[in-house]
């Protein structure tokens, strides 16, 4: 435990906060190479990147990740996944592979293996019919009019409608050229139809946000141009101009994360902004931060976290007893100065809530997350600021902002409140599987071990709506669902803690069946390991051991109860086992979860900041044994 606390200590910034990497999968990249394509069209026909070195690295990058089948999978051990395949395959080609070397070969024999280009998801098509290689009657709109529809837009994820107005802006205006005679023509699956298919029946939402798709494109087609409506256009472009340039301010590229960073460059772009407007060079500055080359690596990151990371580290090296140590104190100054002080989103339905919470990246105002503000409360219950009372005053506050933020259901989401439109996910371009933000419990877990760690009585009425909520959705073996990150071990344990601080007796029920859930999936060698593939299955499957993931069943065990198992204590023992001389661990699956069977993170972190948590939970156990 004292060699993780040190490890993690060397690694923390001078300014007070930590910070690791965070990866992802192929497509990043590969949309890398759109972007280039969509700022810098040819010329005659020939594509000559402004970024040649830059974009070689990519495509390096992204042949260093084929599987033996020749396709690419969204997360480490995972099968070939079509849109990914499909987004290195144009990448590729556009970088100027032959589609006759053997590499490219292999790609296109998986991707057809797996239904062909029409398989592949609608942020694919398009983006392809962004160039004319899909063909836009076949991909779904995005209707940039959503803007004048009062606040619809706030019915969808945070992200989501971060991702889709400035694609919306996007979509509106005419394709841009790929290179003469470049297409995807050898990745169509004969037979099958390009367009969209429904099974729902006649009678269903999914057809009915078909229509609307169809009326959408005959709105949008030339001859309506003529008519008034295209003053409606226009005000909707407006409208959504001002949205995304006002959620630019106080903020690291738009909502901080990559895909509306990169659409927002392109809106910028057919909006007319010159790339010397400083509006476009601060969007390009903000989203080529997110690039990582070392030399040795190239990726993107999918944006930044390091309020995340540091919440979780902070909580942990205090419950390892380094409270007093001055890289705490840094951390809570550092945290101080990230709290939200002014209205975002959120704000929409909480019109009178006093700004507070925390983002997760350097800069976010607009998006405050509940998740992260209830870790940096527990982060805070240890690292203290040298200026004690601005931080009890900054608690408070955001004490009182995630009460705010409780949904009807008794549970928290991750940005907004009651964000459960349910028929949003049957629109035609919801299929990224994050249209909506629900109540999950591996959220509300940790707000409730928060809330109640920072002295909210657990008698109220808010805590036991909180339970409840966790009650009513535990799992029919024992586990709960875990939304962020993989999978059924993450919610369970988060359930637990929440469970436990709210002085649920760990002789109910309901405790007693998860913590024989966890001992029921342990590894032969002592630890846990869950794919990702629990999400496409939707109960668990495992996988090998991980650090972070035997990390959350130890502390899973712990809450529940478990203090003597062998289960435990050949968890603990898997840690010790395993720990490198540099007080590290070593892990080679994604553990975080971005969109549930669409996306996935590794958090470089995870598995040394959790371990230590884990570690120092067991030695409590034995000290109040003792």
Known sequence: MERSAQSLLDRQHPDGYWWGDLTADTTLEADYLLLELWMHPPVNGVWNPLHPGRIRRALEAILARQLPDGGFNIYPHGPSEISASVKSYFALKLGGLSPDDARMRRLRECVLALGGLQAANSYVKINLSLFDLYPREHAPVVPVEIMLMRDVIYEMSSWTRAIVIPLAIVQAHAPKPAPAGFNLDELITPGVPLEFTNGDGLFSWRTLFLSLDRAFKFWSSKAVERLPVKAVRQKAIKAAENWILERTKHSDGLAAIYPPMMYLMMALDVLGYPPEHPEAVEARRQFEALIKDDGHHFFFQPCFSPVWDTGIVAYALGEAGFDQSKGMHRAADWLLTKEVRQKGDWSVKRPGVE??????EFANEFYPDIDDTAQVLLGLKHARSLHMERQRACMDRAVQWLLAMQGSDGGW?????????????????????????????DITGRVVEALCECGVNPALPAIRKGVEFLRRNQEADGSWFGRWGVAYIYGTFLALRGLRAAGEDDREAHVLRAGEWLRSVQNADGGWGESCASYDKGSFVAAHS?????????????????????????????????????????????????????FYLTYHMYRDSFPLMALAGFLKTREQAA
Request: aromatic share 12%; with cysteine.
């Open 546 to 598: 991980t650090a972070s993931q035997t990390a959350w069943a130890v502390l899973g065990l712990i809450a529940s109860g478990d203090t003597t198992s062998e289960s435990l204590h050949n968890g603990v023992e898997y840690l010790v086992n395993t720990q490198r001389p540099d007080g590290c661990w070593h892990e080679d699956l994604a553990t975080g979860t971005g969109f549930p069977k669409v």
């Open 355 to 360: 700004p507070s919470g925390w983002y997760f």
């Open 413 to 441: 989401a991750a940005f907004d409140v009651d964000n459960n439109w349910s028929f949003l996910n049957a629109v035609p371009f919801a299929d990224h599987n994050a249209m909506l933000d629900p109540s999950c419990p």
